[in-house]
């Protein structure tokens, strides 16, 4: 885990400044005369002029380094383990079979039809018409233009610039790295798996007994074909021709 601390210390600052002062300058006439041909004195003209300082102080600075503290922690780690499993699936096989369906056929035939449309013809005719023609002349005018005119003049100025120094400074920067380590840990957890019981289910199942019974017992009171076949009239089986 990483954190900030504050660090105090000292550091060395130029600060710009300056004065202005003001300079007495000469400047002369230039060639020129007054008003009774005499020339010009020159003439004297106070100017401000602007004296940068430099001085070098020393500050307190705060600065923040980052530290590394190790704080152990719990965290969940969850395994996968392979299990083999068993299910019934219900596959659907498909087959061939042929059906017989009914559908309506629509059959075309050629008919001839006669319909009546208009027809537009196009008549040529000649008209007339006046139409206006604008013709030009060549024709001299004159007008006055003004014209401006740039005279060169020489002027001096005086121009004061701060020229900047480069300077190369050193600085150490502690940086924290963290690295992932891999780390094994074991956990337990519950899986529900199914398993097969077989159980034992009474289920009641009707079946047909045969049992011989005489013919003396099936009269013919009691529905019997008379053949011997001791069943009744409708159904014996047996085939016989006497009604049964």
């Known amino acids: 885990m990483s954190k900030r601390v504050a660090v105090k210390g000292t550091k060395t600052v130029t600060c710009r400044g300056g004065h202005w002062v003001t ?25 401000r002029k602007w004296v940068p300082t430099c001085e070098t102080k020393e500050i307190e600075v705060t600065t923040w380094k980052t530290e590394c503290e ?13 299990e083999t499993r068993t299910r019934t699936v219900c596959v659907r096989k498909t087959r061939c079979e042929e059906r017989t369906r009914n559908y309506c056929v629509t059959l075309h035939r050629c008919e001839e039809r006669t319909r009546n449309y208009c027809v537009t013809k196009m008549v040529p005719e000649t008209r007339t018409k006046t139409v206006c023609l604008h013709k030009s002349r060549c024709e001299t005018r004159s007008r006055t ?9 020489t002027r001096t100025r005086e121009v004061h610039f701060t020229v900047m120094v480069p300077q190369e400074r050193t600085a150490t920067e502690t940086v924290c790295a963290c690295d992932l380590v891999p780390e094994t840990k074991t956990e337990s957890y519950v899986v529900r798996v199914p398993k097969k019981v077989t159980k034992q289910v009474c289920v009641k ?7 011989q019974v005489p013919a003396s017992e099936l009269g013919a009171g009691n529905g019997g074909c008379g053949n011997g076949c001791g069943k009744a009239r409708k159904g014996c089986g047996l085939g016989c021709k006497k009604g049964c």
Do not use: F, M
């Open 145 to 153: 233009v003004t014209v401006n005119r740039c005279v060169p003049e």
């Open 70 to 82: 190790q704080v152990p922690y719990t965290y969940t780690v969850r395994k996968c383990r392979p």
């Open 23 to 47: 300079e007495a300058k000469e400047i002369s006439a230039n060639g020129q005369y007054d008003a009774a041909g005499n020339p010009c004195c020159p003439k004297v003209v106070c100017c």
């Open 205 to 211: 199942v009707k079946k047909c007994v045969e049992e």
